[in-house]
T-cell receptor, first 114, second 108 residues
Framework: EPEVTQTPSHQVTQMGQEVILRCVPI?????FYWYRQILGQKVEFLVS????????KSEIFDDQFSVERPDGSNFTLKIRSTKLEDSAMYFC????????????FGAGTRLSVL | RKEVEQDPGPFNVPEGATVAFNCTYS??????FFWYRQDCRKEPKLLMS???SGNEDGRFTAQLNRASQYISLLIRDSKLSDSATYLC?????????FGKGTSLLVTP
């Protein structure tokens, strides 16, 4: 069964450093998303991406965040200068079309900012 | 105002029991509704979509009341493997809006 793949599974970084989280969405999917989940809290939407541009973003997704689809398979989330409060699980999701609106999630990257 | 609200639980039930979870949402323009399941420190996994007419998938039944902005999930004949957090999820636009989840523990 096709799946969304995320790397690394765990990323440890120092405050102020840049991190790039990587995702390979399901191959025929057209819509791509990033969510985060701080420990003990709900899953929160960050950004959606379609047709090589951001289609929607939340208040969380400020200038420190950016997304890119550098080639036909990868979808990345960059945090320019990490803060302690960026520590969370980051989930990538993809969707084939908006008909059924079903998003499939990767296993996540645990980001720990020290 | 929270967009999607759920009773956090935990719900502790014996194997074989029937358990029901409820959820309310605030955005009347919401278009799609789901129940996801999340195991500890894992990704959310789709359990089922929820339709206005109500729908069933094996031991799981979901209901949607658009007038009351209320969603429910019924699990019959609970199994140990049903132990997880159940996330009520509402879609409006591109984003999925998640509830905080209801924790279920099924005991032998």
């Amino acid at each position: 069964e096709p799946e969304v793949t995320q790397t690394p599974s765990h990323q440890v970084t120092q405050m102020g450093q840049e991190v790039i989280l990587r995702c390979v969405p399901i191959s025929n999917h057209l819509y791509f998303y990033w969510y985060r989940q701080i420990l003990g809290q709900k899953v929160e939407f960050l950004v959606s991406f379609y047709n090589n541009e951001i289609s929607e973003k939340s208040e969380i997704f400020d200038d420190q965040f950016s997304v890119e689809r550098p080639d036909g398979s990868n979808f990345t989330l960059k945090i320019r200068s990490t803060k302690l409060e960026d520590s969370a699980m980051y989930f990538c999701a993809s969707m084939t079309d908006r008909g059924r609106n079903i998003q499939y999630f990767g296993a996540g990257t645990r980001l720990s900012v020290l | 105002r929270k967009e999607v609200e759920q009773d956090p639980g935990p719900f502790n039930v014996p194997e074989g029991a029937t358990v029901a979870f409820n959820c309310t949402y605030s955005n009347s323009a919401s278009q799609s509704f789901f129940w996801y399941r999340q195991d500890c420190r894992k990704e959310p996994k789709l359990l089922m979509s929820v339709y206005s007419s109500g729908n069933e998938d094996g031991r799981f039944t979901a209901q949607l009341n658009r007038a009351s902005q209320y969603i429910s999930l019924l699990i019959r004949d609970s199994k140990l493997s049903d132990s997880a957090t159940y996330l009520c999820v509402v879609n409006s636009g591109y984003a999925l809006n998640f509830g905080k989840g209801t924790s279920l523990l099924v005991t032998p």
